[in-house]
């Protein structure tokens, strides 16, 4: 009775997907067989109503269900690996930015909590930034601002510090990624998980693309993700937006996207690899690095309850094999 009343309570929802993802005209009959399948797949598998169109359960069969990472993996993988406590870490900018400052490679201030005087100083040395709500997440509320050329930089503080920001020294990315979207930054994310011993494995890697004008690149906000093999950092997929939508060039550089070789890879493993350590008590983390025209690695962010869409979407393959091999689960 619970799932039906859940059905029902996102009806809305389930009708926008089932409109974007299958498009074509379902009957009633077809329509009422696709909602039982999915209360039955919540019920089972555990999915969530996104997981269920965007993995394509309703043509898939029971063993290809039950590969795939779902809402109830990723939970049962934060609560029993990621300490609440310490996760409050990566879910306040500032306090992530402190953490793991020895490896952003940028300037950067929480604007609340920094004097006038040492927001002057910044916007001498940064007379374009990064603004970033404090709380912000999928990369909604990101801009940059300009400092004003005829000063104004009092009013300027006082507008920052009413909309709660973080700000950040601009990244100038790596030629050969800025040639996909040079208007927004492209990242890879890496997941990371500490195993029973101790040791960081390295569980996926996705390259991420920004599409238009918009600063991030992240895949909740018109970007789109392709799969990465890690040993040689070379995209294995053509890239799909949360649509499904494949891209196998870029939509506005044209740029092939299967066969890229991410630059420095190598580099962005072992840093995301070195802060996994930093807070080991959260053991699952899904890293976004940006590489810079110098060839550094800079970490951008950490999830510590990281979808696994981005490294099911583009292959459509379930990776919760790899999970249970990695933390020898039955």
Request: glycine letters at 6%; a positive charge; hydrophobic letters at 40%.
């Amino acid at each position: 009775m619970g799932t039906v009343k859940y059905l029902f309570s996102r009806f809305g929802k389930i009708n926008y997907m089932l409109n974007e993802y299958l498009q074509e005209d379902l009957s009633l009959p077809g329509r009422l067989k696709i909602l039982a399948d999915l209360a039955f797949s919540i019920v089972i598998y555990g999915t969530g109503i996104t997981d269920y169109f965007q993995y394509r359960f309703y043509r898939r069969p029971h063993r290809e269900r039950r590969e795939f990472m779902v809402y109830r993996q990723r939970m049962w993988l934060v609560r029993k690996l990621n300490q609440r406590e310490k996760r409050e870490i990566f879910d306040q900018k500032p306090l992530f930015n402190q953490t793991f400052s020895a490896y952003l490679g940028r300037q950067w201030l929480d604007i609340n909590s920094a004097s006038y005087a040492e927001f002057c100083r910044f916007a001498g040395e940064n007379k374009r930034f990064l603004v970033k709500p404090v709380r912000g997440s999928h990369g909604l509320g990101i801009k940059v601002e300009e400092v004003p050329e005829d000063g104004g930089l009092e009013d300027l503080y006082k507008k920052l510090q009413a909309e709660e920001v973080l700000i950040e020294e601009l990244i100038v990315q790596h030629q050969e990624l800025a040639a996909f979207n040079p208007a927004s930054v492209n990242t890879v994310r890496v997941v990371t998980l500490i195993d029973e011993t101790g040791q960081v494995q390295v569980m996926t890697a996705n390259l991420r693309l920004g599409r238009g004008d918009f600063y991030a690149d992240n895949f909740h906000h018109n970007g789109i993700a392709a799969l990465l093999d890690v040993k040689n950092g070379q995209v294995v997929t053509p890239a799909v937006d949360k649509k499904l939508k494949i891209y196998t060039r870029h939509p506005i550089s044209g740029r092939q996207i299967k066969g890229f070789t991410v630059p420095c890879l190598a580099e962005v493993l072992v840093l995301v690899q070195e802060a996994a350590l930093v807070v080991p008590a959260v053991r699952y983390v899904g890293w976004d690095v940006a590489v810079g025209n110098d060839n550094r690695p800079r970490l951008i962010e950490g999830n510590a309850a990281a979808d696994p869409d981005l490294s099911q979407m583009p292959d459509q393959v379930g990776k919760w094999p790899l999970y249970r091999r990695v933390l020898k689960l039955k």
